[in-house]
């Protein structure tokens, strides 16, 4: 039997049931009956016949449904992500708003933000599985798909309180004061100690991401170095900033050819002022780690090309920690010194249900 011949019923629901948005796109292009289903009146009414019209706006309409209904298997939950999407200043974050129409513009913000949520369940497991034990190391496997929800879960409801939360309305001083702590705690009283749970999770992915790839401490920086040339290695030494006439890719190499050195990355403190650093780097919202991430490892060149005072900031490794820098400086003074409040409001609403955070690593584990 060809699929053209089956009833229309049979084939919105064959539509309703694929995984992705490109799978129902590819699917309405086979056929011009398949289109038609997904399609908006390719003629005018005034030439057709009344019945025939309301058939075709009929099907029309269940273009956007199961536009969405792919959408939410791709990069669900839908309305964590359109949370996320609505969230303005306007309206505190724990109320719910009322969920726009469906819309292809929505659509495409929705896939976009969706993109770096799946691209989190990705990584997920190189990340939490990704130690030196090497049990833990057998234990690294794929998300099945109701994981991966969990994750883009998690990351959505993070990004809300980033956008909430993390901004120059809650500097430093204000994180103590009763009517801040209600307001950020009214926002994850809805989740449940489970959900909650998610959220710690995923923030453990977020501070492995930052203190190995985006912002390593000298310890680390020292450690990789030994790890890769041996305890008598050439000499470490910090392109952060090289002057503009010449051209780095000359100095490095005149200097490596001459006194032998071996460029590296510029590491971010030791274990003190480290931990400061990533508490305050740890209020970037999902969104804004994986253009970090992407960037440290060389997937994209966004925040490459800055040029500063006569002194270049490249791609290369020594160019990592000062672009990292001018991309954090964009966000202001609020933003330093001023750690994430995310775990401590979290362990403050675990109190108020009379638990304890121990009870939150167990969950965590599980």
């Given at each position: 039997m060809?699929?053209?011949?089956?009833?229309?019923?049979?084939?919105?629901?064959?539509?309703?049931?694929?995984?992705?948005?490109?799978?129902?796109?590819?699917?309405?292009?086979?056929?011009?009956?398949?289109?038609?289903?997904?399609?908006?009146?390719?003629?005018?009414?005034?030439?057709?016949?009344?019945?025939?019209?309301?058939?075709l706006i009929v099907l029309s309409q269940q273009r956007l449904p199961?536009?969405?209904d792919a959408a939410d298997r791709q990069v669900g939950p839908l309305c964590s992500a359109i949370a996320v999407l609505t969230h303005n200043a306007s309206q505190p974050s724990h109320i719910p708003r009322p969920q726009?129409?469906?819309?292809?513009?929505?659509?495409?913000?929705?896939?976009?933000?969706?993109?770096?949520?799946?691209?989190?369940?990705?990584?997920?497991?190189?990340i939490h599985w990704g130690g030196s034990d090497p049990e833990e190391c057998a234990s690294r496997r794929l998300l099945r798909q109701e994981e991966r929800y969990r994750v883009r879960r998690a990351?959505?409801?993070?990004?809300?309180?980033?956008?909430?939360?993390?901004?120059a309305s809650f500097p430093r001083f204000s994180r103590l004061h009763p009517p801040v702590i209600r307001s950020r705690a009214a926002l994850l009283r809805a989740w449940?100690?489970?959900?909650?749970g998610e959220l710690l999770d995923m923030q453990s992915v977020f501070r492995t991401v930052l203190e190995k790839h985006v912002c390593p401490s000298n310890g680390t920086i020292i450690r990789r170095h030994k790890d890769r040339y041996g305890e008598f290695s050439n000499?470490?030494?910090?392109?952060?900033?090289?002057?503009?006439?010449?051209?780095?890719k000359h100095w490095r190499h005149q200097c490596n050819d001459s006194i032998g050195l071996v460029d590296t990355w510029e590491g971010w403190g030791d274990d003190v002022s480290h931990y400061y650093v990533i508490e305050d780097m740890m209020k970037l919202h999902p969104g804004h780690l994986m253009q970090l991430y992407h960037f440290v490892t060389g997937k994209t060149d966004i925040?490459?090309?800055?040029?500063?005072?006569?002194?270049?900031?490249?791609?290369?490794?020594?160019?990592?920690?000062?672009?990292?820098?001018?991309?954090?400086?964009?966000?202001?003074?609020?933003?330093?010194?001023?750690?994430?409040?995310?775990?401590?409001?979290?362990?403050?609403?675990v109190s108020e249900r009379g638990g304890n955070i121990g009870h939150m690593d167990d969950i965590v584990a599980d």
């Open positions: 060809y699929l053209d011949s089956l009833p229309n019923e049979t084939l919105l629901h064959v539509l309703h049931s694929l995984s992705t948005v490109q799978d129902v796109l590819s699917v309405t292009l086979t056929s011009k009956r398949l289109h038609a289903l997904c399609s908006r009146p390719a003629v005018s009414p005034e030439f057709l016949p009344i019945s025939a019209f309301s058939k199961i536009l969405f726009p129409s469906q819309s292809l513009s929505l659509l495409k913000q929705l896939l976009s933000i969706g993109a770096i949520a799946n691209e989190w369940a990705d990584l997920y497991p190189s990351c959505y409801r993070i990004w809300l309180y980033d956008l909430a939360f993390h901004n449940s100690d489970r959900e909650l000499p470490l030494i910090s392109l952060m900033h090289i002057p503009a006439p010449g051209g780095l925040l490459a090309a800055m040029i500063d005072d006569g002194f270049i900031m490249t791609r290369s490794l020594a160019g990592h920690k000062a672009a990292v820098e001018a991309f954090v400086a964009e966000f202001g003074e609020w933003f330093d010194n001023n750690g994430e409040t995310r775990s401590e409001t979290i362990k403050f609403v």
